[in-house]
Structures are given as C-alpha cells and as structure tokens.
C-alpha cells in the first residue's frame, strides 16, 4: 500500500479530528492520496473542480461524487469557465485553470474550518516544474520546485497548501489504485501536445532520459538541494525585510532606501520581489531581468527617480525613501505639509493657524532669535518689510522667488521646488507665504532674499510651521 512505499504517515503535525480539503480530480494521484489519508483515520472533505475544458467534463464531477460517497466521505464542488478566465485576464489555460481551482478549494477550506487543502501532486510533477522553469528561465525561486507545504496569501494568510505525495512517483500511485481495485479516470488533456507541460512529459523528459537513465531523479535531487538554499536566502531577506521597511499597505510599501541600495545585488533582488509578491498577490510571473533592472536602479546614483515595473508597479526614489507602488496618488504626504486652496491672512501675535496636521505661528520680536538647529521649519524676516498683507498660500502657474543666497537674483518656483528636490505630488499644495503677491518664505526650504534680516532690521517676525 502506498503509506508503506513512504514508511511514514503521510502528514504530520495534523489532527485527524479537523477537516483537510482534499482536491481529488478523478486521476491516480488523487484517488491514492484520498485512499491513504481515509487509511490513516483522517477528516476528510472530498473537493472538485470543473474546469469546463471538455463538453463531457461532468462525467469526471460524477465519477468523483461516486468514489466520495464509497468512503462515505462529504462531497463538494464548483465548475467554472476556465477559457473565459484565461482571455479576462491574459493567462494561460494552465494558470487560470489553477487559480480559479485554488480559489474554490480555499473557500471551501474556509467554509469548513479545515486545517489544511490537500492535493495530489507528485515527484512527476516536481521534475516537470523544476524543468519548466528553467526553460522560460527562473532564479532559485522558480527551480527550487514546489514545496511540501507552503503558505499562499492570495488564496488564504492562513490555512496551508500540503502535498503528501510529493516524494512519490507517478507510477507508485498507479500501483496503489491498482492494488487496492481503483479504477482511476485520466483527463484527456493530459494526452494533448497543446499544453506546455504535456510537451516536456510526453517529448522532452524522455529524450533526456536517453542521455541521463535517471534524469527524474537527477532533477528532483537538485530541486531538493535548492530547496534548501532558497530557504536561507528567504530567512535572510524576511530578517532584512524587516530592518529596511518603513511602511506596508495593500497600495504601496516603503523602504529605507539608503541601507537597501548598500546591500549585494542579490539580496535588493529577493527584497523587491518579496514586495511584488505582496501587492500583486503573486499572480504575476515577475522575471529575473526585471529584478536586475530594479536593483541597480536602488544601488545606483543616476538621476533618475522613478523606473516602470511589471503589471503597473512604480518603483520611486523620494529623498531617502523608495517606494513601491501602483499609483503615485497611493503614497502618503505625511512627511509634506498641505493645505487646500483658500488663501489664509496671517497676523502677528494673533492664535496660530492650523491647517490639516500642520500649525503656523507668527510672532513679532524687538530683537533676533537665534534658532536652533537652523530648522528649515524657522525663519526672522525683517518686519518692516514684511508689513501686515501676509498671506499663506499654493504657488501659482509662473511665479517667481528670490531665494536667500542668490545676492537678489530670482527663479521660478517650479525650478527651485525641483532643485531641492521637493518631491513633484507634494508641489501643487505645498503651503507658500506670501507679502501681496511676493514670496516671503518657502517653509522647509529658503526665506526670500527680498526681506532678509540686516543690521538696518530694528524688530522681526519669527515664523514657525510645526505638525501637530
């Protein structure tokens, strides 16, 4: 019987009293991975999925719903258009075939309260996928294989995907049913030369075989070996992930971006593809040139601020911070003060106006302070200048300042926001004083030259912005 081909039980660390999901197609693999858990005293909730590939593939729907009701186990099952899927979203039949079977099998497992999905894959499968990968090209990721059990966050945070019988081969299963009088159903498809995987099966493996008799085994050694590395590297970018993140949400992550571009190449790879993974799901194929490209963009000192990634994803650099994100209009201005587009009087002495998270006082003094720290958020101008038309404000199309330093000379405020690298979605509401229509102080960055403190100033103002 099959348990004994393994020595062992085929799960561990389960409960025989809480439900698994079990995906059982109606194959070998399935019906002996459904027999050996029934054998082992286990919950079992038989599940199906109906992918509408053949006109008669509701014979395989009724096939299962017999062998469910000889082990007395519950049935489940779904049906969904598989083809439709693929054209909506651009996959491929096997991919769409897989994420709508997953998505059925995990709500299920939901539905029940079970510990675990159960599906019958096996070292067949493990050598075609390692070889898949390495044909359309993979890191360590993509050739590592498939693993025993594994969590995956799209589907549910949670309940794991197990695959007891991923050590076993195709034929031992076929075996089992065949000791044990069942009578297994193969799909059709699998014959057919349409679909990639049944090409490496049917064509590629065997004439590999002709150079290497073991090639199988070959190639399931080496996934088992970079199993193992794969799983140090990922231990290592979680405990990095960890140190260099500033921010996570379902629209954008951030990171520390000057400790993130000193680290080796390989490890800014593995960090970004974590955080895709994240905010695509992992429904997207995120390829190992795409990585390297993003990668010395972070270790980098280009110019550049902003690189387009796969599936709409932005990677931003903004001052010491890099962004992950689908839209710009995602990310936070926290950081910026903002305000709307009402101008706001500001008078001397008189109760600090506050505008969102952010208060602005202003206080006439007969001498000059000396500010600490030179806080780009302080500033003395001189009061007479100043006068009493002050005005808090956005910048408008075309206007002009004269930055401190410049001995007079003016710019545009466009040019300047751009030379101190005030990030481009802060620009539009960044708050601006103004005497009349000319600028007294941008906050954060330069008082203008025009209303300077000199050793003609008899009284200043001293102007601070502060967030609350």
Known sequence: MLCALCGKKLVNNFSPKIPIIIGVSGGADSLSLLGTLHEQGYSLIVAHFDHQLRSDSTKDTQFVREIAAQYKLPFVTESGDVTAHAKKYKESIE????????????????????????????????????????????????????????????????????????????????????????????????????????????????????????????????????????????????????????????????????????????????????????????????????LESAALFISSSQSAQQIDLASGLILLKEQDTLYLTFDLANLPLNDFAQMGDSAIPIIFDEKPVRFGDWILTAQCLSFTPELKNADPFQVTLDAALLGENLTLRTRRAGERFHPLGMSGKSMKVKDFMINVKLPKRARENYPILYMGDEIAWIPGYQPSHLFRVTEKTQSVVLLKLEKR
Request: hydrophobic letters at 40%; charged letters at 25%.
């Open 95 to 290: 991919e769409a075939a897989r994420n709508l079977r997953y998505k059925f099998l995990f709500e299920q497992a939901r539905k029940h309260k079970a510990q675990a999905v159960a599906v019958g894959h096996t070292a067949d499968d493990q050598v075609e996928t390692v070889l898949m990968h390495f044909l359309r090209g993979a890191g360590l990721s993509g050739l590592k294989g498939i693993e025993e059990r594994i969590i995956l966050p799209y589907f549910d945070p949670k309940i794991p995907l197990i695959r007891p019988i991923l050590h076993l081969w195709r034929e031992e299963t076929m075996a089992y049913c065949e000791t044990h009088n069942l009578e297994y159903h193969e799909d059709p498809s699998n014959v057919s030369n349409d679909f990639f995987r049944n090409r490496l099966r049917h064509n590629l493996i065997p004439e590999l075989s002709k150079y290497n008799p073991r090639f199988r085994e070959t190639l399931l050694r080496t996934s088992h070996a970079l199993q193992g590395d794969y799983a140090l590297i990922s231990e290592l970018t979680r405990s990095t992930w960890q140190k260099i993140t500033l921010a996570e949400s379902e629209k954008y992550i951030s990171f520390s971006l000057s400790p993130l571009a000193e680290l080796p190449l390989a490890l800014i790879r593995n960090i970004i593809k974590t955080g895709m993974e994240k905010l695509l799901c992992g429904q997207s194929n995120i390829s190992f040139s795409m």
